[in-house]
């Protein structure tokens, strides 16, 4: 039975869906990442649930999929990982006080166009977009596709950090924007240690 335990051990701590998928690979705060959640299209199905844009019968199907057509699955796989790289050298740019490149944004738009083509208006108080018809193998990366043109078009986009101890990004909701760690339950919590055993180093040797 698949349990999906590294999906699941997951903090979405991005502050926005596209920047919580860009996540899913952990590591240092420069450099190549050393981990990765997204392992094949079950995990990608796994985490679209865990973040909340696949209900539970959703999941179910999309799993089932899978398995009756592997071919368009790996294909919706592949597609995935290459849009991940996409929004991350987008917001990862932004984050560092950089242009994305043209190039980036062009990919970026024309998927956007492709989830919108799944796409259907419903009502939630206002209108939304929603994909509750979609049932190919791409469902699972539509609505991160259009969470990040959101962002990019509505959203503060100087808001837009690195993590100081980590490779993830997040949306700084703080009111005087000085948020530095994906969470203080993790990276903030190790820093504090780090600079305890300094102090008291420093103390030692006084």
């Known amino acids: 039975m698949e349990t999906f335990e590294g999906v699941r051990r997951l903090r979405l701590v991005g502050g926005n869906l596209a920047l919580d998928f860009v996540n899913t690979r952990t590591g240092p705060p420069v450099g190549s990442p050393d981990g990765d959640v997204l392992t094949g299209y079950p995990e990608l199905v796994a985490w679209a649930g865990y973040a909340g844009t696949l209900t539970e019968a959703e ?7 899978s398995h009756d057509d592997p071919d368009a699955a790996q294909a919706a796989f592949g597609r995935a990982l290459r849009t991940r790289d996409r929004l991350d050298e987008v917001f990862r740019a932004l984050a560092t006080g950089r242009s994305p490149s043209g190039a980036d944004l062009a990919h970026l738009r024309d998927e956007e166009a492709d989830a919108l083509a799944h796409a259907l208006l419903d ?48 949306h700084d909701e703080s009111k005087n924007r000085s948020r530095r760690w994906c969470s203080m339950d993790d990276c903030g919590t190790v820093e504090k240690a780090r600079r305890y055993v300094a102090t008291r180093r420093t103390r030692a040797t006084r």
């Not at 999941?59 to 999929?65: D, I, K, P």
């Not at 539509?142 to 990004?169: E, Y």
Request: positive net charge.
């Open 59 to 65: 999941v179910t199907r999309s799993l089932r999929l």
């Open 123 to 170: 009502r939630a108080g206002s209108y939304v977009w929603t994909w509750r018809d979609d049932h190919t193998a791409a469902r699972p990366l539509r609505p991160v596709v259009h969470a990040a043109v959101q962002l990019l078009t509505t959203g503060a986009l100087d808001r837009i950090k690195g993590c100081g101890g980590c490779r993830f990004l997040f």
